[in-house]
């Protein structure tokens, strides 16, 4: 029996978060879900976007699964992922982006994953304003370790997972101490990893040569502003982020989650795609060491996007169906 914080989140959250729960417990895995609250719907509640229980309760289990928050733009509290994502050190962000059988996109055969570092760089939140607030300053800060970590963890990953390159994207040409740092690490680390190929490339010219020639990427390691950018390119490359998992992985705890907004738009109408929240709870089920029940679901998603006939409107807009019925159609697909 695994113990994990469950967050529905706000907007499609609850929607989605259901119709995956569904879906993971249908997978024969034993998990215990303990339901706890973030985002707009906690702050509005309590007054509180991340309220204590919350904390604490990813503090004891040690994962969480969660749908996605809504976070003000410009004034109000800050992102509730970067909260979560520095309390516990969750240093690497993981998001694969792979060509989907009967999913529309630009490209076949995509297939690159985005390392991204997850705690540091511009999304520290060390902001002010000067000079009677006609100017506004944000602080990126870069740590040896931190860039040492998350490298590591790029190649370690390749390694496991059986990946034949890691591409460092960067922009140490002009910001030469953070980005410098980061390539500089990168290059020392690559020489620990023989097997695996080596590439660096500076972010503009990277973000080019993705839309260009995106078969040339596998492994991809960046810095946290970089890495938020490029995994929503690489996500436009395979059909959008409706279909993109994201894994959040520190040394002893990680957050899994749908990457995309809480869409409120289209909150409670059932048509939100469950595919990318259901796909990163194949990655949670992976770091339980669960593979049978990963495989399983994997195998049924696969198997319900290339048919075409149980998806939402995104998949096939002629003929949809709802969120409850395409996660119905996932679980049928597993007998």
């Known amino acids: 029996m695994h113990n994990v914080t469950l967050i529905k989140g706000d907007g499609i959250g609850p929607s989605i978060i ?36 919350t904390l604490t309760s990813i503090a004891k289990n040690r994962v969480a699964f969660k749908g996605p928050l809504t976070t003000p733009v410009g004034d109000g509290f800050r992102s509730i992922n970067v909260v979560l994502r520095q309390t516990y050190h969750l240093f ?38 000067l000079d009677d607030n006609n100017t506004a300053e944000s602080i990126a800060r870069v740590t040896r370790e931190g860039c040492e970590n998350i490298v590591t963890y790029a190649f370690e990953y390749a390694r496991s997972h059986n990946r034949k390159k890691v591409t460092v994207c960067h922009k140490a040409n002009i910001l030469k101490y953070s980005s410098g ?11 620990q990893y023989p097997d695996i190929i080596f590439d660096e490339k500076i ?35 395979v059909g959008g982020l409706g279909l993109i998992p994201g894994a959040n992985i520190g040394k002893d705890a ?31 089920l992976r770091y339980l060491d669960e593979h049978q029940a990963a495989d399983k679901i994997q ?21 949809p169906v709802g969120t409850d019925a395409m996660g119905e159609a996932i679980i049928a697909a597993m007998q």
């Not at 869409?263 to 990163?280: H, L, Q, Y």
């Not at 195998?299 to 048919?307: C, L, P, Y």
């Open 299 to 319: 195998t049924a998603v696969e198997k319900v996007i290339a048919e075409g006939q149980f998806v939402t409107s995104d998949l096939n807009p002629l003929q």
């Open 203 to 237: 972010i503009d010219a990277a973000c080019m040569h993705m839309v260009m020639h995106p078969e040339q990427f596998d492994v991809v390691v960046t810095t946290n502003m970089f890495g938020d950018i490029l995994s929503d390119l690489t996500a436009g490359l």
């Open 18 to 53: 259901d119709a995956a729960v569904k879906v993971i417990n249908a997978s024969g895995v034993k998990i215990n879900w303990e339901e706890a609250e973030a985002g707009l719907g906690a702050f509005e509640k309590y007054g509180n976007p991340i309220p204590e229980a």
């Open 92 to 129: 690497a962000n993981v998001r694969p982006a792979k060509t989907w059988q009967g999913a529309h996109s630009r490209y076949e055969n995509v297939d690159i994953v985005i390392v991204r570092e997850n705690t540091e760089g511009l999304y520290i939140g060390s902001e002010r304003y």
């Open 254 to 284: 990680a957050l899994f989650e749908a990457v995309h907004g809480s869409a409120p738009d289209i909150a409670g109408k059932n048509i939100a795609n469950p595919t990318a929240v259901i796909m990163a709870g194949v990655m949670m």
């Open 181 to 191: 740092m980061f390539l500089d690490v990168a290059r020392q680390t690559a020489k």
